[in-house]
């Protein structure tokens, strides 16, 4: 009899299915364009936060999505959400953040970058890091920066840059940055925990080191960090 019961318990255990998370993604962008359709495929509920839910754009966006994803307003989009994706410009992410209402116990991804233009090049436009403005802002939420290192094209298409693709993760909450090393880990990229909070400003200026050579007369280059065994 009690192995009937273990029996039956281990079926239920490989017939149920993985943990899901609804995931608002605040923004309809490229960024948007490509993480919410490959959260998506994890099983995922995506929900669109936009500021013209009846747009063509956001319709279209969720249409294309799948999964039974939907779009309304930011604010509507993360009541019932566990994570909230920031996938919108980076010198606006305070404003935006302060809109979204009570954020407590979420996750928040951040995958912006602070551009601001002086010139010809971009400078880190925050005194900090966009990521300890929004951990400011919602001293609640579990704050992760991610994604924020590469373009839209190589996050859904890894394998074009000849090699693995590493996902840096800054933030103090360790629970959060196993989640989102998680979702990066299902869309065949590789996470690495690189620290706390206050390290997101480092991240952001890789990004900005990249493309003030990319655009310029200097040497343009690709970079990926690499894990050592």
Same mark, same amino acid.
């Given at each position: 009899?009690?192995?009937?019961?273990?029996?039956?318990?281990?079926?239920?255990?490989?017939?149920?299915?993985?943990?899901?998370?609804?995931?608002?993604?605040?923004?309809?962008?490229?960024?948007?364009?490509?993480?919410?359709?490959?959260?998506?495929?994890?099983?995922?509920?995506?929900?669109?936060?936009?500021?013209?839910?009846?747009?063509?754009?956001?319709?279209?966006?969720?249409?294309?999505?799948?999964?039974?994803?939907?779009?309304?307003?930011?604010? #509507? /989009?993360?009541?019932?959400?566990?994570? %909230?994706?920031?996938? !919108?410009? $980076? &010198?606006?992410?305070?404003? +935006?953040?302060? =809109?979204?209402?009570?954020?407590?116990?979420?996750?928040?991804?951040?995958?912006?970058?602070?551009?601001?233009?002086?010139?010809?090049?971009?400078?880190?436009?925050?005194?900090?890091?966009?990521?300890?403005?929004?951990?400011?802002?919602?001293?609640?939420?579990?704050?992760?920066?991610?994604?924020?290192?590469?373009?839209?094209?190589?996050?859904?298409?890894?394998?074009?840059?000849?090699?693995?693709?590493?996902?840096?993760?800054?933030? #103090? /909450?360790?629970?959060?940055?196993?989640? %989102?090393?998680?979702? !990066?880990? $299902? &869309?065949?990229?590789?996470? +690495?925990?690189? =620290?706390?909070?206050?390290?997101?400003?480092?991240?952001?200026?890789?990004?900005?080191?990249?493309i003030n050579n990319r655009y310029s007369t200097r040497d343009s280059f690709e970079y990926h960090l690499r894990k050592t065994e």
């Amino acid at each position: 009899m009690v192995s009937r019961i273990f029996f039956c318990l281990a079926l239920l255990i490989i017939a149920s299915p993985a943990l899901t998370d609804t995931i608002a993604v605040i923004g309809t962008g490229d960024v948007a364009r490509a993480l919410g359709p490959e959260f998506a495929a994890q099983g995922h509920t995506i929900v669109y936060g936009s500021r013209s839910p009846d747009s063509a754009k956001a319709r279209d966006l969720a249409a294309e999505t799948g999964q039974d994803a939907s779009v309304t307003t930011q604010v #509507d /989009s993360v009541v019932g959400a566990d994570i %909230v994706v920031l996938a !919108v410009p $980076g &010198m606006l992410v305070g404003e +935006i953040t302060k =809109g979204l209402g009570d954020l407590s116990g979420k996750i928040i991804i951040d995958p912006t970058n602070p551009l601001q233009r002086d010139g010809l090049r971009l400078t880190h436009g925050v005194d900090t890091s966009n990521t300890e403005i929004i951990q400011a802002i919602a001293p609640d939420a579990k704050v992760v920066k991610a994604f924020n290192t590469l373009n839209w094209k190589t996050m859904i298409e890894p394998a074009s840059s000849g090699g693995p693709v590493s996902i840096p993760l800054a933030g #103090d /909450s360790r629970s959060a940055k196993k989640t %989102v090393a998680e979702l !990066v880990s $299902g &869309m065949g990229l590789e996470p +690495i925990d690189v =620290g706390g909070v206050e390290n997101a400003r480092w991240v952001e200026g890789m990004l900005i080191l990249w493309i003030n050579n990319r655009y310029s007369t200097r040497d343009s280059f690709e970079y990926h960090l690499r894990k050592t065994e």
